[in-house]
């Protein structure tokens, strides 16, 4: 299964979890999977269809443009990685 690596604004949803493993074979899979665990999670990280405005996704050591449909496999690592701000 996917391990979902939770950024620390997010673990009070999760118990205090860092990491966790759900079923999925999209990142929309995998957001779903973690929203039956973790009810509130997914507002967190979607509107609507797509991934929360300032917030990418990487999958493994990639990041990737296809959001919630980007793909994938059983032993990948999900990265939710809020935008950060600075000047």
């Given at each position: 299964?996917?391990?979902?690596?939770?950024?620390?604004?997010?673990?009070?949803?999760?118990?205090?979890?860092?990491?966790?493993?759900?079923?999925?074979?999209?990142?929309?899979?995998?957001?779903?999977?973690?929203e039956h665990r973790f009810p509130g999670?997914?507002?967190?990280?979607?509107?609507?269809?797509?991934?929360?405005?300032g917030l990418q996704v990487a999958i493994?050591?990639?990041?990737?443009?296809r959001g919630l449909r980007a793909s994938?496999?059983?032993?990948?690592?999900?990265?939710?990685?809020?935008?950060?701000?600075?000047?």
């Open positions: 299964m996917p391990i979902v690596f939770i950024p620390t604004p997010w673990r009070d949803l999760t118990g205090g979890l860092a990491r966790v493993e759900v079923e999925g074979r999209t990142v929309g899979e995998v957001v779903e999977a973690l999670i997914q507002q967190r990280l979607c509107r609507g269809d797509s991934l929360a405005p493994g050591d990639a990041m990737t443009t994938v496999q059983p032993e990948s690592e999900v990265h939710f990685l809020p935008a950060i701000g600075g000047g």
